[in-house]
């Protein structure tokens, strides 16, 4: 079946620190990906999109990598904060349905 | 403006019995998508509603229903309840949703007992 996953449950790192967390998706026909941030108690918050004709998406402090070739992909966070300590999911987008993986967890130590 | 609203934020039910969820859409949106999430996962896919046809569903039993009203606003039903129901159902809004982004609401946490 069609399935988006990220690739570490957990990452943590240092207040002022990049950050990269990844995601393999499986469905090579997908054309639509969004990363979406979710804290505690939260509904998830988009963050950054990408559309399959590109390969790369800045945005404030957040940059979002695609590789078709391999099916990958990635966001990066510049010079991350407290504020950042949240599950990060990426999705998938199969026509109407958006397809999430089970989320990597960061955490920010200042 | 306001984003997506869902009510009520929390419910706790007895198995067996029947749960009305309710949700709201960002001004402007015609499209609602409900979703399952489970303690520890992503959301699961389990309706979505386009000016007030279902245009998508997921692999969920029949238990499970929703309806969009001429309002755009959307109820989710769940009948006869079982314990694995218990999870954040988070409701979505778009423009027309086909992919293109969805925006989340806050979730209602339900639990059942």
């Keep these: 079946g069609e399935s988006v996953g990220l690739h570490l449950p957990t990452l943590s790192v240092q207040e002022g620190d990049n950050s990269i967390i990844n995601c393999a998706y499986s469905n090579s026909a997908s054309d ?3 990363w ?3 804290e505690s108690g939260k509904g998830p918050q988009f963050i950054i999109d990408i559309r399959s004709n590109m390969d790369k998406r800045q945005g404030q402090r957040v940059t979002v990598l695609l590789n078709k070739t391999v099916k990958h992909l990635s966001l990066q ?3 991350t904060q407290p504020g950042d300590s949240a599950v990060y999911f990426c999705a998938e987008s199969a026509g109407t349905a958006l397809i999430f993986g089970k989320g990597t967890t ?3 130590s200042s | ?3 997506v609203t869902q009510s009520p934020t929390h419910l706790i039910k007895t198995r067996g019995q029947h749960v009305t969820l309710r949700c709201s ?3 402007g949106h015609k499209s609602v998508s409900w979703y399952q999430q489970v303690l520890g996962q992503g959301p699961q896919f389990i309706f979505q509603y386009y000016e ?3 245009r998508g569903r997921g692999n969920f039993p029949d238990r499970f229903s929703a309806r969009q009203f001429p309002n755009y606003s959307s109820e989710l ?3 006869a309840l079982l314990l694995g129901d218990s999870a954040l159902y988070l409701c979505a809004s778009s423009l027309d949703g086909y992919q293109e982004t969805q925006y989340f609401g806050p979730g209602t946490r339900l639990l059942v007992l």
């Design chain 2, 25 to 27: 859409p960002i001004s």
């Design chain 1, 36 to 38: 979406y941030k979710q």
């Design chain 2, 1 to 3: 403006d306001a984003g």
């Design chain 2, 52 to 54: 007030k046809e279902e």
């Design chain 2, 77 to 79: 039903n769940v009948n």
């Design chain 1, 32 to 34: 639509y990906f969004i």
């Design chain 1, 106 to 108: 960061l955490s920010v």
């Design chain 1, 77 to 79: 966070i510049a010079a």
